[in-house]
């Protein structure tokens, strides 16, 4: 299976095939702050060293020297980036991008959105865990945010590309189904189910989505393919590394930390500490394993 299969446009056979210590970056995720307006119940937050807002000279000088190195994509996510005060002054320095995407609870109003979409964004996953508004106050610990939730998705669905993330836990799992079909109707491009990191690795009641939902969305088709083959959604662990070289031209930034990506199993390992160094370490290979100093 080719990499551009899977539905990921940042994924390719390219690209791996091509990685090497002075590949440009590829694509990139900054996490901007913690704060969020949800209370989503299966959110464990930042671990404790990565947590608060990112200070707007640190981020600008990060994003700079991405920039520098020939980033591609860059992704803005929180806690809920929409909180960031600064956020609409990094859209603008991430121009020279391909792609500029942001990571969303949805909760902002589609006016805030638009104006993020003037400025360059032209990518937004979105959170949607229930097809019904009486669950989704108890999976986002807010009140009376479906309707707005929902009209912003199908609003945005028309302009630009939209994906959905479905965060399962033993609360939603048995409306799986349901929920998949609410947000292909809503006509988005991608449907990614995530299991919660606290509910294990298993995505239960896949085998009951339509499959002709699956032929419109690659992402969703993977992933249920996979668990109905018994590879778990999250399976990547931190000493995974000669698994995957994206790590040398993807990273993440939280707190004071570069993260290889941000998928590893439980808290993760910091790649290198970024105060005082904002671009790549140096890699070495050692055995089969690509390690950063």
Avoid at 5 to 33: H, K, N, W
Avoid at 273 to 281: E, F, L, P, S
């Amino acid at each position: 299976m080719k990499l551009e299969d899977i539905g990921f446009y940042t994924l390719s056979d390219q690209r791996a095939e091509s990685l090497s210590v002075i590949s440009p970056m590829s694509r990139c995720e900054m996490i901007l702050t913690d704060r969020c307006n949800f209370k989503c119940p299966y959110c464990r937050g930042m671990r404790p060293d990565c947590r608060g807002t990112m200070p707007f000279n640190t981020a600008s000088a990060v994003l700079q020297q991405w920039l520098d190195q020939g980033l591609e994509h860059i992704r803005f996510s929180g806690g809920e980036p929409t909180l960031y005060p600064w956020l609409d002054d990094l859209v603008k320095m991430a121009e020279p991008c391909k792609r500029i995407a942001i990571s969303t609870n949805g909760s902002a109003s589609l006016e805030r959105y638009l104006e993020l979409m003037e400025l360059g964004v032209d990518d937004f996953s979105i959170s949607f865990d229930t097809c019904c508004s009486v669950k989704c106050g108890t999976m986002t610990g807010a009140r009376n945010q479906f309707e707005n939730l929902v009209y912003n998705i199908r609003e945005l669905a028309k302009v630009t590309y939209v994906t959905l993330g479905v965060v399962l836990t033993d609360e939603n799992v048995n409306q799986l189904a349901n929920t998949v079909e609410y947000a292909d109707d809503m006509g988005v491009a991608d449907i990614r189910i995530i299991p919660a990191a606290q509910e294990g690795s298993v995505v239960r009641g896949v085998s009951s989505i339509n499959p002709d939902i699956l032929e419109r969305h690659p992402i969703l088709k993977y992933r249920v393919n996979n668990t109905l083959q018994g590879v778990p959604v999250r399976s990547i662990q931190w000493y995974d590394s000669h698994r995957c070289y994206m790590p040398v031209d993807d990273s993440v930034v939280a707190g004071d930390y570069h993260f290889p990506c941000d998928i590893p199993e439980g808290a993760g390992r910091p790649h290198w500490g970024y105060r005082g160094q904002h671009a790549r370490g140096t890699y070495q290979v050692v055995g089969d394993s690509r390690y950063v100093s």
